[in-house]
Every structure is written in C-alpha cells, then in structure tokens.
C-alpha cells in the first residue's frame, strides 16, 4: 500500500510539474567552452495566489533551487545551488544565482567543466506547498573543450569601429582575451571598441577564451590609412605646420640679423673712442711776448688748429733800432 501510495505521490507530482512548466522560460540549448564562464538566462511567473481551505491565499516564494538531471528537484536530489544553504556556504562555488524570488531564475557558471554537461532545471517553493513547482523542460549545458572563435566588425561607419568576438557557444564577457599583432590588449570583454581609428590602431586582431588557445581566432586584419585623420587631410596638416614653422624660421633669422648689426655699431664706436676725443669750439688766444697762444682741444676723429701769429722784429731792424738810441742818446749828451 506504502509503495502505491508513493507512485500515487510522484504521479501527481510529474502532473504538477507539467501543469506549471510553463511558468518557467529557459532559454535554448547552451554550448559552452570548457575554462569558460557562461550565463544562463531565465524567468519565471509564481501563482499569485492559491486556495486553501475555501480562501485564497497569497502566495509567497521562500526559496529556489537548481539541480541536475531530476525531474523536480526536491528531496535528496543534489543540486548545484539552494538559496536555504546560501548562508552555509554549502553551494557549489563555481554556481552563482543572479536572480531572485519574485521572477528572475537567472544562474552563471564559472570555470565550466566537464562535470557541467548535464540538464539544470529550476525549481521554488512557496510557504504553502500549493505554490512549488518546477520547470521541467530544463536546459541542456553542452560543455566543449574548444571552439574557434570569430571576429566580426559591429559597424560600417569608418568614423567608429566595434570589433565583436563570437563563438558558436556562450561565453561570458570576462573570459574574453584580445590581442594585436600577437601582443594582449589590456581589453577583456568580447566587444573591441576602438572609437576612431588611427593608424596606430592598424594591425591583425585575434581574440579567444583566456588560457584556452585552441579557442583562439583567425586573425582580423584592419588598415587604416595615414592621410585621414579627424576628417582632416593628413597632407594638408603637414603643410600647415610646415608653413608655420618656416614663418618662425624667418622671423628668428630677421632678428638674429638686427642684433648682430647693432652690435657691429656698437663695437666701431666703441672703436673710435679709443682712438681719440671730441673737438670743442672754443678757442682762446694767449699773448706771450708779443706772441699769441692758441689752446687746441682734440676730436677723436679729428685734431683742428687755431692760427697762431706771432709778432716778431727782425734782427736787423732791432740792431738799427739800438744804434738809433745809441746816436740819439749822444745827440742828447752834447747838447
């Protein structure tokens, strides 16, 4: 009777569970690469409210559940994340639930392995056990242990170019690993946004699942051309700046010139102050015996002379002169 009584149970259970399946989404069959990290999206709508006892009762979500390979996930089954063991630290590690308890079932698997390719199915409870149910179509989790990925230009638009790494199997975008010219980018998501282009940005880009190389990409090869650049001819930047440098080149020149010019001056006059001084105009005569004396005062470019005349008897007229005075002083005595 025990034994009827539980196929009785589990039927009814399977019932259940069918009834409401459909109040859980999942998505399509998920591929993923081994060492990766996945997420699998899903949603789910819980009963508003259930009967008992001839009254409605609202009905509240106390807890969700994800497990393996088991039809309803309860009892014993193992599962790989229980929101009652949260708190003990009891769930695998490598699960972690980014929903919640009102209608988002949403669960992330890192560092998928081997171990991982199985179907997950969802599972809540409510404080009623009229509001449990499970989503038994489940999702399938195909784990690979490499995949090709592909590199793919998001835009058409040369002013901005998106470079998309993408793979047959989902991967998160943490796991993601670019590289230029076979050096790492310091990029890791699996969009490459380069906004616009230089050349610099010129290379063959390839992408893959960090420490997985065999997931590695064919090489992306992306040319930009030197003469654009801001929408601004690189020819005519070139002869803009090399305008304004020949400008400067000249006036530098120019002012080079005028210095050592004033500087030639300024040396020749100093030159021609060594030499000499200035003349003066004044002049003065200075008799001396019935000569005169002409001070001179020297230019230094130039010495000028003053006339000098000098008063002088000759000789003979002096002696004639004595020899008067001689006769008339013995003229005087005879008398």
Not at 264 to 269: I, T, V
Request: glycine content about 8%.
């Amino acid at each position: 009777m025990a034994v009827w009584d539980r196929k009785v149970l589990w039927s009814f259970m399977f019932l259940l569970s069918d009834v409401v399946s459909d109040r859980v989404n999942y998505p399509g069959p998920v591929c993923a690469v081994k060492g990766s990290t996945v997420t699998i999206p899903c949603t789910f709508t819980p009963l508003k409210s259930v009967s008992e006892g001839g009254r409605e009762v609202s009905v509240e979500i106390v807890r969700v559940v994800w497990c393996q390979n088991h039809p309803i996930c309860q009892g014993s089954t193992p599962t790989v994340y229980d929101s009652e063991l949260l708190y003990n630290n009891i769930n695998n590690p490598r699960y972690r639930y980014l929903g919640d308890k009102k209608g988002d079932c949403s669960l992330q698997i890192t560092d998928v392995q081997e171990e991982d390719d199985e179907t997950l199915r969802f599972r809540m409870e409510a404080h009623t056990s009229s509001g449990h149910f499970t989503g038994q179509a489940g999702v399938k989790v195909t784990v690979t242990d490499g995949t090709q990925m592909k590199i793919k230009n998001a835009t058409d638009r040369p002013e901005a170019v998106t470079l998309n790494c993408t793979s047959g199997c989902s991967f998160h975008q943490l796991e993601v690993t670019w590289l230029r010219n076979g050096h790492a980018l310091k990029h890791t998501g699996p969009s490459l946004y380069l906004g616009t282009p230089t050349a610099q940005d010129s290379g063959n880009y390839t992408c893959g699942l960090k420490n997985n190389n065999r997931t590695l990409s064919k090489p992306f090869s992306l040319y930009v051309e030197a003469e654009e650049e801001g929408g601004v001819p690189m020819s005519l930047i070139v002869g803009v700046v090399f305008g304004v440098l020949l400008a400067l080149c000249t006036l530098i020149l120019v002012l080079f010139i005028i210095r050592r010019k004033r500087a030639a001056e300024k040396s020749q006059s100093a030159e021609r102050t060594e030499d000499g001084q200035e003349p003066a105009d004044l002049y003065s005569d200075v008799q001396m015996g019935g000569g005169q004396r002409q001070e001179v005062r020297e230019d230094e470019d130039t010495v000028s002379y003053a006339p000098i005349q000098f008063k002088q008897r000759s000789k003979a007229r002096a002696e004639k002169e004595e020899d008067d005075s001689i006769i008339y002083s013995s003229v005087v005595g005879r008398s």
